[in-house]
């Protein structure tokens, strides 16, 4: 789980208005949890959020800085305020060995800049053909140690399968940053310091207790961990050893801990085995955005029906989520929908976990249509236009087929250059103009 001032407060809302397009959401698919707090669109019906690391941003190489004086002498105090809290001095100079001040840590925390991006876009990523197929694939490996998880746990596997997804691309993007490094970096540089101070203490007592050895403690620049990307303090909380061989390891090649983990911090926040965490339906015409808090039978009796036609099952009680307003998608959402948001406080985050888990079920794909304003590009030729704008000079960082604010920019100074609007819309308009000029 992430933190507060990495992610927007909340990316989508119980949309009350009639907003033509959706909020913009952010880029990046890892969770963090926060408190539950009420939130509104602008005057122009979108959210301006901020950015938290692509998985570009886990594998760069450290840059050193000449504060490193300074910041080797905060280390040896609180290396004793550490010894003076209970941690081995063995284990405290373990732990710091070789550490030392990583500027590419507080670039990346100082240069989070905000741009906007739509609910259709971050679907396109958090569910993607590839991301759907990879979680497949996935979920029939593993699939007796996540049936396993459900039966213990009772959180469907696909909604584990779904987090995994969503957090570290099934594994793939754990992120290889030592974690006492990063943390104490951020608690040194001081913007975030308390903070950062308690996750690097946590962390000393995950090292203390024996679960990784300080060379396998490793993450992203702002000190998530594992498969599913956990902070330290979230891990001594809630994670748990699933395998039984005395560890809570989640950093490790076999996920079983980490998924567990997963499963039990949603247990742990409510998770109703057997309720999905929301439906697409059908709104009759002339419907007026509500936020109120109704059964499905009661919503079918005012004409919300399934993309069927059919009433939705008694559930439990459910809300009318309007992503993009009364013009896209409608959804009826469940407490199992907040549940995940305690993973991630954000509509689009919970979105994307359900929306994937019912993709990597076999289910369909969102069945109604965006106010997009554009034809979009499957994951295929999204990568195909990062790659033709990489040849033409322009700075994409990676080509993984996530559009995030460089894929964003570069787009737009493309169209710049030939004259078009600067829309920055991953356009099939758009890749046409990169094949032809």
């Known amino acids: 789980m992430r933190f507060g001032f990495l992610t927007p407060a ?18 990046s698919l890892r969770p963090e949890p926060r408190p539950v707090a009420a939130t509104a669109p602008n005057t122009t ?21 000449t504060k490193n004086a300074a910041f080797q002498r905060w280390v040896a105090q609180y290396k004793a305020r550490a010894v003076s809290r209970g941690i081995s ?9 070789g550490v030392r001040y990583n500027a590419d840590v507080i670039a990346k925390d100082r240069n989070q800049a905000e741009f906007k991006k739509q609910i259709w876009d971050y679907l396109d990523n958090a569910v993607s053909s590839d991301r759907v197929e990879k979680g497949q694939r996935a979920l029939r490996r593993h699939n007796r140690t996540l049936t396993r998880i459900e039966q213990t746990y009772g959180v469907e596997k696909e909604i584990v399968t779904a987090v995994w997804g969503l957090e570290s691309y099934y ?46 403690m490793q993450g992203s620049w702002a000190g998530a961990m594992g498969h599913t990307q956990f902070i330290p ?84 009680a459910a809300q009318i989520l309007l992503p993009a307003g009364t013009a896209g998608a409608a959804f009826m959402v469940f407490d199992n929908f907040n549940v995940i948001k305690r993973y ?35 994951f295929d030729q999204r990568q195909e236009l990062q790659r033709r704008l990489k040849r033409k000079g322009y700075a994409v960082e990676k080509i993984d ?37």
């Open 89 to 97: 001095p063995s284990v405290v100079n373990a732990a710091f060995r």
């Open 233 to 316: 303090t979230s891990y001594l909380a809630y994670a748990v050893d699933f395998t039984g061989d005395g560890k809570r390891d989640i950093w490790s090649n076999d996920p079983s801990d980490a998924l567990a983990s997963t499963a039990a911090y949603l247990r742990r926040f409510g998770w109703k085995t057997g309720q999905p965490w929301g439906v697409e339906v059908r709104l009759p015409r002339g419907f007026a955005p509500t936020n109120a808090k109704r059964m499905p039978s009661a919503w079918a009796a005012q004409g919300v029906v399934d993309m069927n036609g059919r009433p939705v099952r008694d559930y439990g």
């Open 171 to 216: 594994g793939d993007k754990r992120g290889t940053i030592n974690l006492i490094e990063a943390m104490a970096t951020l608690a040194f540089d001081g913007r975030r310091g308390a903070f950062f101070e308690k996750q690097l203490f946590a962390a000393l007592q995950i090292l203390q207790s024996g679960d990784v050895a300080p060379r396998n």
């Open 401 to 437: 087929g996530i559009v995030g604010p460089n894929t964003i920019a570069a787009i737009r100074a493309f169209q710049q250059s030939v004259g078009v609007a600067p829309d920055g819309y991953p356009s099939q308009q758009v890749l046409q103009l990169l094949r032809t000029r």
């Open 45 to 65: 019906g979108a959210l301006s959020l901020r950015p938290t690391p692509r998985p570009a941003d886990l594998n760069t190489t450290p840059v050193m800085s």
């Open 344 to 378: 991630n406080n954000a509509d689009a985050y919970a979105l994307g976990v359900g929306h994937l888990a019912d993709r990597i079920a076999g289910g369909p794909p969102i069945q109604a249509s965006w106010p997009r304003g554009y034809d979009p590009l499957n």
């Open 10 to 27: 909340i990316l989508g809302v119980f949309i009350t208005t009639n907003a033509a397009l959706a909020g913009p959401v952010a880029q």
